[in-house]
């Protein structure tokens, strides 16, 4: 069974950073396309990054040039590194992957960022 499991949120202050991180587990597939994606209180779920297998990525507008995702391979693990945040950024950040023709979704974390 496949499952993933996002580390590295809290609180932090504004222009503060973070590093999230995704490992897949129970699966000898590397992802494929790996993305992360946010949902604040009230609000839809909503795309910040995401990376294909080739390394291609794409980014929000609301997180272009402070937001990196990156990917290891050999460790199954998407990353989302989290630079100058803002008050806005606070969410629950989810991991979601496509691996094996299959979607997964983490279970979310939590990051908020103080005024």
């Known amino acids: 069974q496949v499952r993933l499991l996002e580390s590295g949120g809290g609180l932090v202050q504004a222009g503060g950073s973070l590093r999230l991180s995704c490992v897949a587990s129970?699966?000898?597939?590397?992802?494929?396309?790996g993305a992360w994606y946010r949902q604040a209180p009230g609000k839809q779920r909503e795309l910040v990054a995401s990376?294909?297998?080739?390394?291609?990525?794409n980014y929000a507008d609301s997180v272009e040039g402070r937001f990196t995702i990156s990917r290891d391979n050999a460790k199954y693990t998407v990353y989302l590194r989290m630079n100058s945040l803002k008050p806005e950024d606070t969410a629950v950040y989810y991991c979601?992957?496509?691996?094996?023709?299959?979607?997964?979704w983490g279970q979310g974390i939590q990051v908020t960022v103080s005024s």
């Open positions: 979601n992957a496509h691996l094996s023709g299959y979607s997964y």
């Open positions: 129970g699966t000898i597939f590397s992802i494929n396309v």
């Open positions: 990376i294909t297998s080739g390394g291609l990525t």
